[in-house]
């Protein structure tokens, strides 16, 4: 059965480490959902969260690869234990006249901040799990939204729970 | 008339170089050096020189030297001059000039499976690097340590679309272990310390260093680290005690165990381990045509090879089985059939690898051991001399009889009174005749699956072909890298009219260096193997695959400088065999053709989809 799973590594901070991994997605045809990339407090250290979908079978071999690309120095499957996944959104909306007030009461019901503001249009920023993104691009009449952009998941295990090497 | 190789001109233009320090523009800077290879637009550039210990080509070459390389096979071109030019001044190892760049990474190869040692391959930028992947990707596959040096364009001008320049980096990073693009001197030694370190402990694997140009002038101080730490990069070397203690419990426990050992036996060198388990258990073994000679094959107690070409008995005990141990072996679709089909019997596996990654990947396993084999192995059989339980003598020996009905079926039989050389009985003599003590390599084909069912090998490292990749035209640079790496031993290749024709040229490095190798051709005038699939599963129709206008392969072989024989008889094989490896001939490259029957095809065979005990016997057709 394919299930959504949420993987975190750390690798060196390294020109070329990003394209080994997403290399290897698409040699061995694994999915990517989504893939956010950043370095960490450590400059040497990159710290990158990808979402993919699979069966038990291909997520068990999704980090063994993972584990074996030379860059790479930690992995974990935040999926198998409590975590927080958060991701950030951007959306440009077509705002005039009486829509403005309808918009501003669904971003607020979203928490969501409108960042930039014209005439005819708001540019509201939101964060939260996939799930409530999607959400909120459900409450809004599609006629609205004039563009949209999502950095991908990024998440982190609760409590002691920790990727650190 | 042409022939002789000019004088070398001995004259150091960089030394006056050498002395001063300072910024000069990049064009200034390349006529001083004698760099007039370089991609325009970059004559208003400034570089700093400052020259210290030694440049990155002296580098390269001395971290070479460093690891005790005995060859670098390589060939030039712009982006390695300076490198070819610090090979010039040293004599530490010796470099090989093949005539292809692909040749050159296949007797690396080889040279790394016959002596465990990283093998080596120099090769210019660009086209250079191109012609060297499918050596790389070979490599690869059946996980052989090789480090690829391979020049670049100088970094100014990398992706720029300058003469020579390919994404190296880019273009290997599937079929390598790890690559390393030395963008500053000052890395160069540590990146080949890493290099060698990364290719040959774990799994093994080729890695490739690349080196643009202006990295090659660069100076630096120079010191070779003894080691490096890299924190992202520590295999598993010894197994879980608890899985091994589970695993020992299981195989006694087994009424029909079967061990199943493949090339990891033979890159871990844990041969010996492997012996001395299997004989102290009493089980049945088998090895991957990866694993031959990793557990003697001359021994009763090993059933030959299993898979597609296996023999009978080995595949139906590997079906069969309640217990099966599989040591540094992958499950690879050429070996297990169908997977479901496969899976339909009932049995608990224990899996020996030292990368995880080959664990669980087609076939589930019950326990899992990640570590070095020849560890685990010598754990292992610690863990069984101190066990109070033994092997369960009357299953074990009703099992054995089982086996010895499979095994009466002589499945390798084949016709010995033909009038038409066959090719299993060239493999034979050849087997004979070289007291079963040559090192023999092959091609890829219904040759090799002979050489691989009818060489019987006692002995790891003997057996030199390309499994995973499957790479026609890696005979015979093998047999080179072989044959160099151990001067006075046998080196066979056995190999196919169409294979043999892929890497040909290097009948000419065979000349230049005397590598005495001996070229058995099984001359079938076809892709045998690719008109055998057309037989059974086309309709007999051979689209391409009879090899029309063959050249006379004796005259060439004579064109090189070389023996060439042609064989037509049977009786004449033993002879011809003879001749070659003779004490007259021992000294010579010699080529034979030996003429074998068309129709011959290879028995037993496992159809793709079909499950392992579903073979295909000689007899049944
Ligand atoms: C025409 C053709 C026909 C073929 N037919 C057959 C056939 O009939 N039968 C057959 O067997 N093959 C056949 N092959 C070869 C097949 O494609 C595979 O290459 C081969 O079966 C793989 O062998 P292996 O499982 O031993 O793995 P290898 O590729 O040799 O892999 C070695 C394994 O050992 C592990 N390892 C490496 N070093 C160590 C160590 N130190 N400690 C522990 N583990 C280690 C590695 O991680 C890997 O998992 C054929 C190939 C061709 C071209
Ligand atoms: C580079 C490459 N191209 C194509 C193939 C596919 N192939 C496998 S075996 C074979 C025929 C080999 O013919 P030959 O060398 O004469 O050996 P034979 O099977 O006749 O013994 C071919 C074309 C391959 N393995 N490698
Ligand atoms: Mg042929």
Known sequence: MSRRHIISLLMENEAGALSRVAGLFSARAYNIESLTVAPTEDATLSRMTIVTVGSEDIIEQITKQLNKLVDVIKVMDLTEGSHIERELMLVKLRAMGADREEIKRTADIFRGNIIDVTESTYTIELTGAGSKLDAFLEAIDSAFILETVRTGASGIGRGERSLKI | ?621
Request: proline share 5%; hydrophobic share 40%; charged share 20%.
């Open chain 2, 1 to 621: 008339m042409a022939g002789e190789c000019l004088p070398a001109r001995r004259e150091n233009r960089e030394i006056k170089v050498r002395k001063s320090a300072g910024w000069l523009p990049w064009h200034d800077f390349l006529t001083v050096t004698g760099q007039n290879d370089y991609p325009h637009g970059f004559t208003n550039e400034l570089i700093f020189y400052q020259f210290m210990e030694a440049t990155g080509a002296e580098i390269v070459v001395r971290c070479l030297a460093e690891e005790g390389v005995e060859f670098v096979f390589g060939y030039p071109g712009g982006a390695v001059l300076n490198i070819y030019d610090e090979i010039f001044k040293q004599n530490k190892f010796k470099h090989v000039l093949v005539r292809h760049e692909q040749a050159a990474v296949h007797a690396a190869d080889a040279y790394a499976r016959s002596t465990g040692r990283v093998g080596v391959a120099l090769v210019t930028s660009g086209p250079g690097v191109t012609n060297a992947v499918t050596g790389i990707a070979t490599a690869y596959m059946d996980s052989i340590p090789i480090v690829v040096v391979t020049g670049q364009v100088p970094t100014p001008a990398i992706g720029l679309d300058a003469f020579q320049e390919v994404d190296t980096v880019g273009i290997t990073r599937p079929c390598v272990k790890h690559n390393f693009l030395v963008k500053d001197v000052k890395d160069l030694a540590a990146t080949m310390k890493k290099a060698f370190i990364i290719a040959a402990t774990g799994r093994p694997g080729p890695v490739v260093v690349d080196v643009p140009k202006d990295v090659t002038y660069h100076t630096t101080d120079f010191e070779y680290p003894a080691t490096v730490e890299m924190r992202s990069y520590s295999p598993v070397v010894k197994g879980h005690s608890g899985q091994m203690k589970r695993a020992v419990q299981m195989l006694l426990e087994a009424k029909r165990p079967m061990i199943y050992a493949g090339g990891g036996v033979v890159l871990g060198d844990a041969s010996e381990q492997l012996a001395e388990l299997t004989r102290l258990l009493g089980f049945p073994i088998t090895n991957t045509l990866m694993g031959l000679g990793g557990y003697p094959a001359t021994d009763r107690q090993n059933l030959g090879m299993l898979g597609m070409h296996g023999t009978y008995e080995a595949n139906m005990a590997m079906q069969h089985s309640d217990v099966l141990l599989a040591v540094g072996a992958r499950f690879d679709d050429r070996v297990i059939g169908n997977p479901a089909h496969f899976a339909r019997e009932q049995r608990r596996i224990i899996h020996i690898d030292v990368d995880p990654s080959s664990i669980s990947k087609r076939v589930k396993v019950d326990v899992p051991i990640v570590g070095d084999v020849k560890n685990v192995l010598t754990d292992m059989l610690a863990l069984l001399k101190q066990a109070k339980e033994k092997p369960d003598v009357a299953a074990l020996n009703a099992w054995w009889t089982q086996i010895e009905l499979w095994r009466s079926k002589n499945c390798l039989k084949y016709n010995r009174n033909s009038p038409i050389i066959k090719p299993q009985y060239v493999v034979e003599k050849l087997w004979e005749v070289t007291k079963g003590d040559a090192y023999v390599t092959s091609d890829v084909g219904q040759h090799q699956m002979w050489a691989a069912q009818y060489y019987k090998f006692d002995k790891p490292r003997r057996w030199i072909n390309s499994g995973g990749l499957g790479t026609m035209g890696v005979g015979l640079p093998y047999a080179m890298g072989v044959q160099l790496a151990f001067p006075d031993a046998q080196v066979a290749c056995i190999t196919g009219e169409s294979s043999i024709q892929m890497n040909i040229q290097e009948l000419s490095t065979c000349k230049q260096y005397r590598i005495p190798v001996k070229v058995v051709t099984l001359n079938n005038r076809y892709m045998g193997m690719v008109r055998q699939w057309q037989e059974f599963f086309y309709g007999s129709r051979y689209a391409e695959s009879y090899m029309e206008s063959l050249p006379d392969f004796v005259k060439l072989a004579e064109a090189y400088g070389h023996v060439g024989m042609r064989i037509d008889k049977p009786e004449d094989v033993e002879a011809a065999l003879k001749e070659a490896f003779s004490p007259a001939l021992k000294e010579r490259m010699v080529f034979m053709d030996f003429q074998t029957d068309q129709t011959e095809n290879v028995f037993p065979m496992v159809e793709g989809g079909k499950g392992l005990s579903e073979m295909i016997l000689a007899e049944e057709l």
